[in-house]
């Protein structure tokens, strides 16, 4: 079997990836870094990355609304759709900061007041808002807008005024966002999450739009992710689509005898550490990744029960590939280097 290894955040952002990197010893995940061929792709945020896979053509942004909205239950239809995530967004300095909701918990009544909050407020502009999903929420347009988005994991952790909407309809979108965010900040829901020391939904990320496009490839037989992306794009071509096991030992049992020539496997606990600059969790993040995929792998791709494994990293200054068969394990002139020299 041939697996890719989708690991988001793996590389730090500059400046100060180096150093963030120093002393990290995870050496399984070297080795394959070492002895893989390597090349350096320009820069793409995970959710291009995993359309750009499955052959999903980006128009204005990448559609990633309709595809999951249809993951969700929902029926896109040949309507332009958005999605309208649940954020808090957190006062810091000078600066608005975006935190996603995978940070927090939101409940599916909660959800639904706040959905109806928008629907009453916006109800003149045309836009119908949905939360099929506690933490993945829609809007529906009457027609398509001239606007470039960034996606929640683009703007995770950053100030959101460098990451709203662009484009000639953008004003009237950041119109929208302001305008959410003074209604959902006094809503009663909210008052009762802060009651009880929970960050407030005080805000919509407006990102993802499109109308419903065509899923051309199938470049994996089987994909396993938490990620909502990656699930809907393996529903929409047909391909097996599972959660993300606990391990690689569990991951194995699950493989073992199945007739798969190609797996996805979407490891992307360190993502929000690197988001958010939390050094330590992002360093506990990659040993245990270590611990408990990259060296089980390693052994399974040693053994000949894997016949080579890719290690994919997206990110917003380049992205990489590394690709390693077994017999580049024995390929003991490409020397192992630590991370922090791929800064």
Request: aromatic fraction near 8%; charge should be negative.
């Amino acid at each position: 079997m041939h697996c890719t290894l989708f690991i988001p955040g793996l590389m730090w952002p500059r400046p100060g990836a180096h150093e963030v990197a120093l002393g990290l010893e995870i050496p399984a995940l070297c080795k394959l870094l070492a002895r893989g061929r390597a090349e350096r792709r320009a820069a793409i945020a995970p959710e291009g990355w995993l359309c750009q896979a499955f052959e999903v053509e980006r128009a204005q942004d990448w559609p990633i609304a309709p595809l999951t909205l249809e993951l969700d239950g929902g029926k896109p239809g040949d309507a332009y759709w958005l999605r309208a995530d649940p954020i808090h967004i957190k006062v810091e300095r000078q600066r608005l900061l975006l935190v996603e909701s995978a940070l927090f918990e939101v409940g599916a009544e909660e959800a639904q007041a706040l959905a109806a909050a928008l629907n009453a407020h916006f109800a003149a502009d045309g836009y119908a808002f949905s939360a099929p999903h506690p933490k993945r929420w829609y809007v529906k347009l009457p027609r398509p807008p001239r606007l470039v988005t960034h996606s929640v994991s683009e703007a995770a952790g950053r100030d959101v005024q460098s990451c709203l909407p662009e484009g000639p309809d953008a004003l009237a979108w950041h119109r929208v966002f302001n305008e959410a965010q003074m209604l959902l900040h006094g809503h009663p829901a909210n008052q009762a999450r802060e009651e009880r020391g929970e960050p407030a939904i005080n805000s919509v990320w407006l990102w993802g739009g499109g109308t419903r496009p065509p899923v051309r490839g199938r470049p994996y037989d089987a994909v396993w992710s938490d990620d909502a992306v990656a699930t809907a794009l393996a529903a929409a071509t047909g391909a097996a689509a599972d959660a993300l096991p606990a391990d690689a030992a569990a991951w194995i049992a699950k493989v073992e005898g199945a007739a798969r020539d190609s797996g996805l496997l979407v490891l992307d606990a360190a993502a929000s550490a690197a988001a958010y600059g939390d050094v330590e969790a992002w360093r506990n993040r990659l040993r245990a990744l270590e611990a408990l995929w990259i060296a089980p792998l390693l052994r399974e791709l040693h053994g000949g029960r894997l016949e080579a494994i890719a290690i994919v990293v997206p990110g917003p200054e380049a992205g990489y590939r590394f690709e390693v068969t077994r017999a580049d394990l024995y390929k003991v002139w490409r020397p192992v280097k630590p991370l922090s020299a791929y800064a």
